[in-house]
C-alpha cells in the first residue's frame, strides 16, 4: 500500500467512529487461538453460528438494491476492493494494494493474485471490468449504480451508453484502473466507490444480457462466489445457510457454518438468552428492543454495547404530489413533529434528534444549522398560508420489523393531527415499502439511511433525476450544490457547500429527518475476534470470527 493509502486514513479517525472502535473491540477482542482455519479455534462444529436481522434482504445483486439488509449476506459471498475497520483504515480485500495519479483523476488497484472464484476459476481484471461494463450498462436493473457516476463515461445516474467509453481499464490480469471525470480526493473515492464495488464472475455471467441480468438465477444461490462463504441453502425472507470457504484468500473460515436468520425484533431477546442468536449485525438492521436493553445487559452469556451511530431515521415526502408541492405544508409538517419525544420516549435517551442528513459527531456537520422547531401553532399558520385542506389524508408508508421506526409513525400521525392533517398509516414489508416509494406510490414513507464518510453519500436520495431520489424533488439550488461540493476534494473547499446544503434542505423540506439513533447490539460470549466496530460500515469479517465451546 501507497504511503499516501496509509496516511489519508488518519483524517478518518473521528471521536464517534474512534469510540465505537475501542467500545467494539474491548468487548468482543479475545485470545486469537491460532490463524484463521487454525483447527482449535473451531469450536463446536455441529451448530451454525447464527446472525441475526430484523427484516429481509431484498436482492442478492448489490447494485439493484435499496436497502441495506442484502449486504449482510453478499458480503460473505462476493468480494469488494477494499474495506473499512474499526480503526477507520481502509484496507485491503480483493485489491491488495492501490496508487493514486498525481492529479487525482486515475486510482490503480492491484488484485489479490490468490483471489479466485469458488468452481477453481481464478478471478482477474476482467471480472471487475465485466462488472463496471454491466452495471452501468442503460438496460441493466440497477437501482444503486449512481456510484458509478464518479467514472469518465458516465452520466450522473451512473449509465455509460457507450461501454468502451467508461472510465475502467483491465491493465493486465491482476491489476485494473479507474478513471474519474474529476480529481477526488482518495478517501472519498476509496468510501463511496471502491468500498462498495463487488465483482461478479464473467464466465457465469458474459452471456446473459444486460436486461435481464437481474433475473438470472445466479442471484438465487450466487454459485460461484469469491468470498469467506459459500451459499448452502435458503428460504426466500427467513434464512440463508453458508459454509466456509476453505481456499478464502484472506484466510480460511474457522468457523464451518454460518446462518443468517430474519428474526422479528419482539423475538432477539429470547433468541439472545437462549443462545439460538449469536452476533446481531446492529446499526438500524437488527438491534436490542429498548425496553430489554436493562435485561440484555445483565446476561452473563452475552456482551451489550450500545454506541452512537451516523445513521439517520427519515421521513421521505413525495413532492410529486400537486398537494404537497409548496414548501411551506413541508415545513409544517417537519415543524409538527416532535423529535424530542421520539429520542426521549422511543429511544430511551440513545440518540440525538436531526437537523439533517449528518449528526453533530460528523465532520461534515453545519454547525450554525439551527434544530428544527417544534411548533404547532406556525405548522398552523404554513398550512393556512398555503392552503392546506384539512380533508385530505396523506399516506404514510411505514416498512414493519424496526418497532422503533413504526411507533414513530403513531407520534407522528399524532403530531400532524394536531395541526390539521390527516394521516393513515400503511404498514407493509421493507422490500414493498422500498418498492412503493420508488415508484411514488405513496405520500410520506418512513425509511432508515446509513451515515457516510462522504458526504456526497447524500447525493442519490437527493439529486434531481436520480432513480434514487423518492421524494422526485427537482430543486436545481439543491442539485448544483450537490455537484460543486463533489468537484472539491479537499474539505475546507467542499464544506461550503455542504453547509448550504443542509440549510437549503431545512427550506425545502424534501425530507424530514427525524433522529440518529445509537446502536444497541448483542453478542454471545462464545463469540471471539468479530470486529463489531467494522459493523457500522457493512464489514462483517467473518472469515476471522473464531468461537469457543
Known amino acids: 500500500m501507497s504511503n499516501r493509502s496509509r496516511g489519508f486514513s488518519k483524517r478518518l479517525r ?14 468482543c477482542s479475545g485470545a486469537s487461538g491460532g490463524a484463521p482455519g487454525d483447527a ?37 459471498i462476493l468480494d469488494r476492493l477494499v474495506y473499512l475497520d474499526s480503526k477507520s483504515e481502509f484496507k485491503p480485500r480483493l485489491a491488495s494494494k492501490w496508487e493514486v495519479s498525481e492529479d487525482h483523476k486515475t486510482f490503480t488497484f492491484h488484485l489479490n493474485e490468490k483471489a479466485k472464484w469458488t468452481d477453481g476459476q481464478p478471478l482477474t481484471a476482467d471480472d471487475v471490468l465485466f462488472t463496471a461494463q454491466i452495471v452501468t450498462n442503460p438496460e441493466t436493473q440497477a437501482k444503486s449504480r449512481s456510484m458509478f457516476r464518479y467514472l469518465t463515461g458516465t452520466d450522473d445516474s451512473g449509465v455509460a451508453k457507450d461501454p468502451n467509453a467508461l472510465g475502467v481499464k483491465a491493465v493486465d490480469a491482476h491489476t485494473v484502473q479507474f478513471s474519474t471525470k474529476n480529481p477526488m480526493d482518495e478517501t472519498s473515492f476509496l468510501y463511496s466507490f471502491a468500498l462498495a ?19 438470472n438465477d445466479y442471484w438465487h444461490k450466487m454459485t460461484p462466489g469469491s468470498g469467506p462463504y459459500k451459499w ?23 468457523i464451518p457454518k454460518l446462518a443468517v436468520r430474519v428474526i422479528p425484533q419482539a423475538n432477539l431477546t429470547a433468541g439472545l438468552m437462549s443462545g439460538d442468536i449469536d452476533v446481531l449485525v446492529g446499526f438500524g438492521m437488527g438491534e436490542v428492543p429498548l425496553e430489554d436493553w436493562p435485561t440484555i445487559q445483565q446476561q452473563p452469556n452475552l456482551t451489550a454495547i450500545s454506541t452512537p451511530t451516523w ?4 421521513m421521505n415526502v413525495n413532492t410529486a404530489q400537486p ?63 398555503a392552503g392546506w385542506d384539512p380533508n385530505r389524508e396523506l399516506v404514510m408508508v411505514t416498512p414493519s420489523g424496526n418497532q422503533v421506526r413504526e411507533r414513530s409513525a403513531t407520534l407522528m400521525q399524532q403530531d400532524l393531527q394536531k395541526v390539521g392533517v390527516k394521516v393513515k398509516i400503511q404498514l407493509v414489508d421493507y422490500p414493498t415499502s422500498q418498492t412503493m416509494q420508488k415508484k411514488g406510490e ?61 440549510t437549503a434542505l431545512q427550506d425545502q423540506v424534501p425530507v424530514v429527518y427525524l433522529y440518529h439513533p445509537n446502536s444497541l447490539l448483542a453478542i454471545n460470549k462464545r463469540m471471539k475476534d468479530v470486529p463489531v466496530g467494522d459493523f457500522m460500515w457493512y464489514n462483517y469479517g467473518t472469515w476471522m470470527w473464531k468461537v469457543s465451546n
Open 14 to 27: 473521528m471521536a464517534a467512529v474512534t469510540a465505537l472502535a475501542g467500545v467494539a473491540l474491548a468487548a
Open 40 to 76: 482449535a479455534a473451531v469450536g463446536n462444529p455441529g451448530k451454525p453460528v447464527t446472525i441475526a436481522m430484523w427484516s429481509p434482504w431484498d436482492t442478492m445483486q448489490p447494485y439493484n438494491t435499496g436497502g441495506v439488509y442484502d449486504s449482510v449476506v453478499y458480503e460473505q
Open 197 to 215: 464495488f463487488y465483482t461478479f464472475p464473467k464466465h457465469v455471467l458474459g452471456g446473459v444480457a444486460p436486461a435481464e441480468l437481474h433475473k
Open 232 to 254: 448452502v441453502s435458503s428460504v426466500d425472507g427467513q434464512m440463508v445457510e453458508l459454509e466456509a470457504n476453505p481456499d478464502y484468500f484472506l484466510g480460511a473460515p474457522s
Open 311 to 314: 445513521i439517520f431515521q427519515v
Open 323 to 385: 398537494y404537497l408541492k409548496d414548501p411551506r405544508i413541508r415545513q409544517a409538517i417537519s415543524m409538527a413533529v416532535d423529535r424530542n419525544v421520539m429520542v426521549d420516549q422511543l429511544l430511551k435517551g440513545e440518540g440525538v434528534a436531526a437537523r439533517g442528513p449528518f449528526p453533530p459527531s460528523h465532520p461534515y456537520f453545519n454547525k450554525n444549522l439551527p434544530a428544527v422547531p417544534h411548533d404547532l401553532e406556525k405548522a398552523k399558520q404554513l398550512l393556512k398560508d
Open 442 to 502: 405513496y405520500d410520506l414513507g418512513l425509511v432508515g439511511q446509513t451515515g457516510s464518510l462522504d458526504p456526497d453519500a447524500v447525493s442519490p436520495y437527493l439529486m434531481p433525476g436520480s432513480p434514487s431520489n423518492y421524494t422526485k424533488l427537482a430543486d436545481q439550488r439543491i442539485g448544483d450544490l450537490l455537484t460543486k461540493g463533489r468537484s472539491e476534494f479537499v474539505q475546507e473547499k467542499r464544506q461550503p457547500f455542504y453547509d448550504q446544503l443542509q
